[in-house]
Every structure is written in structure tokens, then in C-alpha cells.
């Protein structure tokens, strides 16, 4: 079970299907979910708001998710970014993993891992 006394994700994927399914599922562990399609979501909401996590998918309609890394933290330097994709190669792994972001969640993974990564964000 995820520790959710007050947290806060953001859920920024422009996929509608896969947002909505993750929203379901982190919103069934009482966590407080905003969602959003891509960059300018998510710059308005992160300066609108606190989130204690950011997931935000590589595929973003205004750049790549690794190359948005910088601009949200400059917002919000400590918050704790989970990139995910669907679909993983060597050189996506090392651009997103030469960002300052906290975990990397291939899609095709069990959710399992994600919530994982959700708790472990909450308690660094």
C-alpha cells in the first residue's frame, strides 16, 4: 500500500487511454491525482500547485520528456520526476537516465513496480 497522507501526482501523458487507466489505478491507492497531455499542462499545473511526483511519458507532443526535465525542474527542484515509455531502446535509457529524474518506468512493466516507485519517491 502507498503512503498517501496528502501526496500529490501529476500524471502528464498525451495518450489519453493509457493516462486514464494510470489515473484509475493510483487514484484506487487514495493518492491525489491531476492529469495532463503535455508540456504547457504541465508547466501551468507545477507552477499552480504542489505535486510530490511528477509521471510524465518520453513521448510529449511539444518534445521529447527527457528534454522537459530542466524547465520543470527549474520550476519545482524537488520534484520527484517518474519517466515512463512504452517503448525502450539503449539510447532513449541513456537520455532520459542523464536527467534528474528519480526512476524510469517501461510501461510493459507490472504496475506493481510503478507503486513501488511512487513510495519510494514519497520517502526520499
Known sequence: MI?????RILIID???????VMAAFLKSENLYIET???LVDAV???RGSCFDCL???VELP???GYEAVSILKSIDPTIKIIMTTKKNTKNLEAKVR???IFFYFIKSFVKEELK?????AFRK
Not at 498525451?14 to 486514464?20: C, H, L, M, Y
Not at 513501488?116 to 519510494?120: D, F, G, M, S, T
Open 55 to 57: 509521471i510524465m511519458d
Open 44 to 46: 501551468k499545473k507545477i
Open 116 to 120: 513501488l516507485a511512487i513510495n519510494n
Open 98 to 100: 542523464e536527467q534528474d
Open 3 to 7: 503512503d498517501t497522507e496528502k501526496k
Open 62 to 64: 511539444e518534445m521529447k
Open 14 to 20: 498525451p495518450n489519453i487511454p493509457e493516462r486514464t
Open 36 to 38: 495532463g497531455r503535455g
